[in-house]
Antibody
Framework: QVQLVQSGAEVKNPGASVKVSCSTSGYTFTSYVMHWVRQAPGQRLEWMGWINAGNGNTKYAQKFQGRVTIIRDTSASTAYMELSSLRSEDTAVFYCARDSCSGGVCYTGAFDIWGQGTMVTVSS | QSVLTQPPSVSAAPGQKVTISCSGSSSNIGNNYVSWYQQLPGTAPKLLIY???KRPSGIPDRFSGSKSGTSATLGITGLQTGDEADFYC???????????FGGGTKLTVL
């Protein structure tokens, strides 16, 4: 079955960077776009950006532009999200989520498969 | 604050029906498809509705979606205690060039 399995929880100091992985299985990795979503404790979902796993093209939310980098390793069918210059407000669960459309972004906000989430705690 | 506006909470008795609204603008809901997600406590969101009113495989027909103008609605019939969760609407915002989500609605089944 289709699965997204994320890396484990992280604790980081303010100013550091974190890199979260999203390992996929059960489908053709390069046929879909992968999104990343942040959810601070008790807060709403917040879209961070996407990567087209086929051609590597990315798009980032303006709020995270300059701090977030999303890449993929097609040989490992894995996507990665790196967030730099961490601050306490970045303490959150980060999710990878597959776009529901194959072949590109559907611009619908429909994400059909989600990873289990990775808790990132930023604290000195 | 969120681009999409949802009521913070709704409640109803088991077996009853509830609706959750999601209000936006012409740059998002008015000209793009709406999705709905259910997030049970401590778990990842799950897609309930896509393209305004379509249900993914495995989602029961107790869940329905509709859209009119710049607002969308999620309906849940035959409420069960297991439906208690946070529900989020989401869509593409053409002006922001970003996926946007509502603030979430907590459903309590009394």
């Amino acid at each position: 079955q289709v699965q997204l399995v994320q890396s484990g929880a992280e604790v980081k100091n303010p100013g550091a960077s974190v890199k979260v992985s999203c390992s996929t299985s059960g489908y053709t990795f390069t046929s879909y776009v992968m999104h990343w979503v942040r959810q601070a404790p008790g807060q709403r979902l917040e879209w961070m950006g996407w990567i087209n796993a086929g051609n590597g093209n990315t798009k980032y939310a303006q709020k995270f532009q300059g701090r977030v980098t999303i890449i993929r390793d097609t040989s490992a069918s894995t996507a990665y999200m790196e967030l730099s210059s961490l601050r306490s407000e970045d303490t959150a669960v980060f999710y990878c989520a597959r776009d529901s459309c194959s072949g590109g972004v559907c611009y619908t906000g429909a994400f059909d498969i989600w990873g289990q989430g990775t808790m990132v705690t930023v604290s000195s | 604050q969120s681009v999409l506006t949802q009521p913070p909470s709704v409640s109803a008795a088991p077996g009853q029906k509830v609706t959750i609204s999601c209000s936006g603008s012409s740059s998002n809901i008015g000209n793009n498809y709406v999705s709905w997600y259910q997030q049970l406590p401590g778990t990842a969101p799950k897609l309930l509705i896509y393209e305004n009113n379509k249900r993914p495989s495995g989602i029961p027909d107790r869940f329905s979606g509709s859209k009119s103008g710049t607002s969308a609605t999620l309906g849940i019939t035959g409420l069960q205690t297991g439906d208690e969760a946070d529900f989020y609407c989401g869509t593409w915002d053409s002006s922001l060039s970003a996926v946007v989500f509502g603030g979430g609605t907590k459903l309590t089944v009394l």
